[in-house]
């Protein structure tokens, strides 16, 4: 029989079934996300990254796009330009992504917009996310287990020599930019504006050539070089200085954001000189908590492992609760690297989103602090199976051999396996955005796909 065409059908008609058997999971999280809340929280931030984004201007990238783009980046650890080529060349993807045929958002793009959240949205979206297991049945916040973990910062290993070549190196950068601004205000901008990057580098090859060797008189040697090199990045500063005393006589946007630039990374370099000077010339030690470990991280902190392998991780550490279901609901990162008293603001935000107190609290000995466990207790948790540090009484040492307190600290080693599945499969191995604002998003993100994938195999 003739026919005149093929009877029209919707092309993601069939997707959400494809779907299910390419990844199930996309099709628990196509439900989950289609959630008004989730969108209100997260365009209220992209509203703010100009004056009039919410009112004037082409229109953008759908938010919706955004944030479900972001989820997959962070649920498959992709990069952003993988994650734009995958969603272009996926017909489920871009069901998923609510794209279609849209034209789909360069990795530029989705960096830009993700830069705007910020980490109170981050944490406000993953309450929202246990609000969502908690409604699925997936936890019922009856266990709590805390424990804590270094995530490193993206930076290289920290040397006082490699600080100063950086040094140098990020200066005669910024006063380069700024010559074009300066060059009509200074008679030898020549001079000023001289990159001195080639000798801080030769001096650096030199005083690593020197490490090597066995001469008797190698330390003096090796002070004589670290002076050449302090010496050169104090040259570098006071470049930098003139140059920043000319900019601010622009007015012009783009010289207020080269000063701006500049005024930023000198204390910075003026830390590392002095540390040097200390550490290395005058062999006085310095506190952790002071030293200057990137110019680019400037958050980092040396973290003592006190396991097998590398002694000390430079990054920031972090601590996570998981309550009984596997899912995270919240984790913070550490001004300090203790965890003392860490239980009390866990069982306070576990009152806050399940409206009462967890009947188990688990964590390990950098959990303990002095009132800890008389204050949860007073708070309406039955059993802390927190270990004491110190040297314990007879009563305690009893109570820590009962049966119900060896069963409530076994559960929690469970969390060892969340957060190793986190450093896996999350990216919390290592942070992947600059800055602590940045990790926060990173790590937070990562924790929402954790949670999602969670709620979605269990329902």
């Not at 919706?64 to 734009?84: F, G, P």
């Not at 989705?110 to 406000?124: C, K, V, Y």
């Not at 070089?225 to 003139?242: D, F, G």
Request: hydrophobic share 40%.
């Amino acid at each position: 029989m003739l026919i005149d065409q093929y009877a029209r059908e919707d092309v993601f008609a069939r997707v959400p079934e494809l779907a299910a058997e390419i990844d199930p999971v996309l099709r628990h999280l196509d439900s989950l996300l289609d959630d008004d809340r989730l969108y209100q929280q997260v365009r209220a931030d992209f509203g703010k990254r100009y004056r009039s984004t919410l009112v004037h201007g082409r229109h953008s990238t759908p938010v919706e796009v955004l944030l479900r783009m972001l989820i997959l980046k962070h649920l498959y650890q992709w990069r952003d330009i993988e994650t734009e080529g995958r969603v272009a060349d996926s017909l489920v993807l871009r069901w998923f992504c609510r794209v279609a045929f849209h034209g789909v958002p360069d990795a530029s793009t989705l960096w830009r917009w993700e830069q705007t959240l910020q980490p109170e949205t981050i944490h406000a979206l993953n309450d929202h996310v246990v609000e969502l297991a908690r409604q699925a049945k997936v936890t019922k916040g009856r266990k709590l287990r805390l424990d804590a973990t270094c995530v490193q910062t993206n930076i290289h290993h920290p040397t006082d020599s490699g600080l100063l070549v950086d040094s140098v190196r990020v200066l005669s950068r910024l006063v380069r930019r700024a010559k074009g601004f300066v060059k009509d205000q200074m008679s030898n901008v020549q001079q000023v504006c001289r990159s001195r990057l080639r000798t801080a580098r030769h001096v650096a090859q030199r005083l690593h050539r020197q490490l090597r060797r066995k001469a008797e008189d190698k330390e003096a040697q090796q002070k004589e070089l670290y002076q050449k090199l302090i010496q050169t990045t104090e040259q570098m500063v006071q470049q930098a200085t003139r140059v920043i005393a000319t900019l601010e006589q622009q007015t012009g946007s783009q010289a207020k954001r080269l000063l701006s630039q500049v005024q930023a990374i000198l204390p910075l370099v003026e830390r590392v000189i002095a540390q040097t000077r200390k550490r290395v010339l005058e062999g006085k030690k310095m506190a952790s908590g002071e030293k200057v470990l990137s110019l680019f991280e400037p958050h980092t902190r040396a973290i003592p492992r006190h396991k097998g392998g590398a002694l000390v991780e430079f990054g920031r550490h972090v601590i996570l609760d998981e309550v009984d279901g596997g899912i995270v609901t919240r984790f913070e990162i550490l001004s300090h690297p203790t965890e003392h008293g860490q239980a009390l603001e866990a069982v306070a935000h576990h009152q806050a989103i399940f409206e009462h107190p967890p009947g188990l609290v688990a964590g390990d000995r950098g959990v303990h602090s002095a009132d800890t466990e008389e204050r949860l207790i007073t708070a309406g948790v039955k059993l802390v199976a927190i270990p004491a540090a110190g040297k314990l009484s007879e009563e305690r040492r009893i109570f820590e051999h009962t049966r119900c307190f060896r069963r409530g600290y076994r559960w929690r080693a469970g969390i060892e396996g969340r957060i190793a599945s986190l450093r896996r499969d999350y990216g919390w191995r290592r942070s992947g955005y600059h800055g602590q604002d940045g990790m926060e998003r990173w790590l937070g993100l990562g924790v929402i796909a954790s949670n999602l994938r969670r709620i979605a195999l269990a329902t």
